[in-house]
């Protein structure tokens, strides 16, 4: 029998910490009770650093404000002296716990990464653990560089949109629209950053192979190509081509990542 396949014989047998060979002897294994404590526990710790994160992007809600109004069109700005439209006595508040709140998530990415990790590490073999600190690290990094990506695409959808019937309406951006919109695109372009973490962690576990995804590398582009043209709202053609092309090259980088780290796990 191959390795590989003893090795994921094991890994039933181990299911949630459950060996039942040692059953009598491993004192590590938790009941089902004990792991739903435990996806409370560690849920709870992400939403207290989100909270924190939160209270400390509010804080800085202006700064924020006019940094993420950067690229919206001049052709908006028509009617209220230069600053978005609020229609109600709470929207300005709510708006910027927006801002605020999506700010908090992506400051807490951090945590919010060790937490998932520290969750599945106990299903996990020794050799697997030690990705736990490149798993965060480059997951931070691709999130960062999607939203980053995001901003700077944003201006594209943006003129489209408030360009397309400038000729017939007057065009009254509301903040709460405009900071959802805004919200949206640029947590999109960083989930999709996410991609080669995500492959990769699945090829880690057994979950698929890198020859799987050779094979499927053709199909594979063509669905994010169409998930690209349905992801980005707006009808502009640059946002679309941006994410498929971004999300093509991030799949071809994790075939080459996968390969490279199987190599120097073969080796050790």
């Not at 909270?51 to 400390?56: G, K, M, N």
């Not at 230069?82 to 951090?110: D, Y």
Request: aromatic share 14%; hydrophobic share 55%.
């Amino acid at each position: 029998m191959a390795t590989g396949d003893v090795d994921q014989e094991d890994r039933l047998l181990t299911f949630d910490g459950y060996n039942t060979e040692e059953e009598d002897t491993d004192d590590s294994g938790m009941t089902l009770i004990e792991h739903l404590e435990e996806l409370r526990v560690r849920i709870f710790k992400c939403l207290i650093a989100i909270l924190v994160t939160s209270i400390v992007a509010f804080i800085f809600r202006v700064q924020l404000m006019n940094f993420l109004t950067g690229p919206l069109p001049k052709e908006a700005d028509v009617i209220g002296h230069g600053k978005l439209i609020v229609t109600g006595v709470a929207e300005g508040f709510t708006v910027f716990l927006l801002i605020s709140v999506a700010t908090g998530i992506i400051l807490a990415l951090p945590i919010i990464l060790y937490q998932v990790w520290a969750f599945i590490a106990p299903g996990l073999y020794d050799k697997e653990k030690k990705y736990a600190v490149p798993f965060i690290f480059v997951g931070v990094v691709l999130f960062v560089l999607g939203i980053g990506l995001g901003y700077i695409v944003l201006r594209y959808p943006l003129e489209w949109l408030v360009s397309f019937a400038s000729s017939n309406f007057t065009e009254l951006v509301t903040a709460d629209s405009y900071f959802t919109f805004v919200a949206f695109f640029i947590l999109v372009f960083g989930l999709v950053f996410e991609l080669p973490l995500v492959l990769t962690f699945m090829a880690k576990v057994g979950l698929i192979t890198v020859d799987t995804l050779v094979k499927k590398r053709a199909v594979a582009h063509v669905g994010m190509w169409i998930a690209a043209c349905f992801a980005t709202p707006g009808a502009d053609l640059y946002s679309p081509i941006f994410i498929g092309v971004s999300l093509s090259v991030l799949y071809e980088l994790t075939i080459i990542f996968i390969r490279i780290t199987n190599k120097e796990a073969a080796a050790a």
